[in-house]
């Protein structure tokens, strides 16, 4: 199994421009989040999902969209990046009956 | 949701030495405290976790202690070797299974 898969690992973005960053499992976990973790500040939640179709807002939303179509996938984007969204994101995903979470490997993302 | 507390920012311990690093919260209603190890470049993973009817819970070189009363919990890792340098997360569980961190600390293990 691969587990969670993010796409890209790095980008860098011009102020202004617009991604969509990936995220897939292979688990049939049926919770997923988005975080992102900025040097000192540990990771902060984003948007979370509790299944297909239930998306909801977590600490940090601003400036980010989320949408959950099926199990497997939960696409972060950003509509017009600005340079306080550079940071380190990481998607996650665990059973609802589970609270180990298991993470991808990150998405580097520089805006300039 | 309400902050972890986490401490020291950054260790750095002999080879074989003891690493201690302690977490407060708030929310009384919290009752499950996961750790989190992050290699450099890869994501966190899950490494013990402790819920709040029990004052500790050992694996191997990884203990985990909580102390209810005074809402905090501790990592103990004994006979540090360099491949426990890392950074160490602490945290807290809200509903939804939602993981509110600790800012981290850098262990570092000099041989």
Sequence with gaps: NAGVTQTPKFRILKIGQSMTLQCTQDMNHNYMYWYRQDPGMGLKLIYYSVGAGITDKGEVPNGYNVSRSTTEDFPLRLELAAPSQTSVYFCASTFSGNTEAFFGQGTRLTVV | ????????????????????????????????????????????????????????KKDQRIAVTLNKTAKHFSLHITETQPEDSAVYFCARIECGNKLVFGAGTILRVKS
């Design chain 2, 1 to 56: 949701g309400e902050n972890v507390e986490q401490h020291p920012s950054t260790l750095s311990v002999q080879e074989g030495d003891s690493a201690v690093i302690k977490c407060t919260y708030s929310d009384s209603a919290s009752n499950y405290f996961p750790w989190y190890k992050q290699e450099l470049g890869k994501g966190p993973q899950l490494i013990i976790d402790i819920r709040s009817n029990v004052g500790e």
